[in-house]
């Protein structure tokens, strides 16, 4: 299990990672919920609110297993939003509004982030880091190829951090950049993992919906199967010592998104 070897091999350091990463999977999980809960008593069906979801408190949303595989593989889920679909206004449109509301939440608490990322980078560095740098200095980094504020912008690892560490004029903004570094990580990887055509994540309720116009039915058995199967595909690579296709594939894609987000948010504000 990873996060027991890296506490063997860095305590510290993953004790301090730990730090970031509870209350980033709380807020995001929660928020993911809540915009369930919501999207379903605006479509009509009060289910989640009496039985007392539509709550900050995040203990009333966590999923034990779900909750593991966020901090072993930075995606996973929550207990679903209790919902009774007889109460929707139009069952399908409303299906798929309340699918998709929390998948949003996701998306945009990942530009908020991103935003947020953007705004203290330009705080922290001084800007004569830049200016030495004339905009030409260019490293690889995850086979890109990128500008120098594009690389600490989206870097996790500390060397490049320490080595432009004496251009930092605010240096405590630091741990907030790098919570929100993983923050924005993390949401966008839930929301691409609940994009999945897996039942009971919300792409599969999606694709029931548009594409299959809800003829698909699962017995809630068979649903347990399923989840069960596909929680094995991403677990049990990591004991066996083979390639991790599904969690290989989503990390992929959060780094190239948020890399290149970022990117074009540099470019619109003219940070580039």
């Known amino acids: 299990m990873g996060i027991l070897s890296q506490l063997q091999n860095d ?13 980033a999977v709380l807020i995001a999980l929660t928020l993911h919920e809540l915009a369930h809960g919501y999207a379903a008593l605006k479509c009509g069906d009060p289910t989640a609110q009496m039985m007392g979801r539509l709550s900050f408190n995040p203990l009333r949303h ?5 909750t593991l595989f966020m901090f072993l593989f930075g995606f996973g889920w929550a207990k679903p939003v209790p919902v009774n679909p007889r109460n929707y206004k139009n069952f399908r449109r409303d299906d798929i509004i309340v699918s998709v509301a ?50 600490l912008l989206t870097v996790r690892e500390t ?21 929100l570094k993983g923050f924005a990580w993390l949401n966008m990887g839930l929301a691409l993992f609940n994009l999945l055509p897996i039942p009971p994540l919300d792409g599969y309720h999606l694709l029931n919906d548009i594409f299959l116009r809800g003829k698909l039915h699962l017995s809630a058995k068979t649903v347990r ?8 595909l991403i677990f049990l690579p990591r004991f066996l010592g083979l390639p ?17 987000v970022l990117g074009a948010i540099l470019a619109v ?4």
């Open 159 to 179: 060397p490049l951090f320490d080595y432009y560490r004496a251009y930092m004029r605010t240096p405590w903004l630091e741990y907030v950049l790098r919570f």
């Open 102 to 151: 929390g998948i949003l939440m996701n998306l945009c608490l990942f530009l908020l982030s991103a935003l947020l990322i953007v705004g203290v980078n330009e705080l922290m560095w001084d800007p004569a880091l830049w200016a030495e740098e004339k905009r030409s200095y260019f490293v690889s980094l995850r086979e890109y190829t990128v500008t120098i504020k594009e690389t």
């Open 269 to 272: 504000f003219g940070l580039r």
């Open 225 to 232: 199967y399923i989840s069960l199967g596909f929680m094995a």
């Open 244 to 260: 991790n296709i599904v969690g290989g594939g989503l990390s992929t894609a959060v780094d190239f998104l948020q890399e290149h």
């Open 62 to 66: 966590l999923d034990p297993m779900g």
């Open 11 to 23: 305590p510290r350091a993953t004790l301090i990672a730990l730090l970031y990463q509870i209350p």
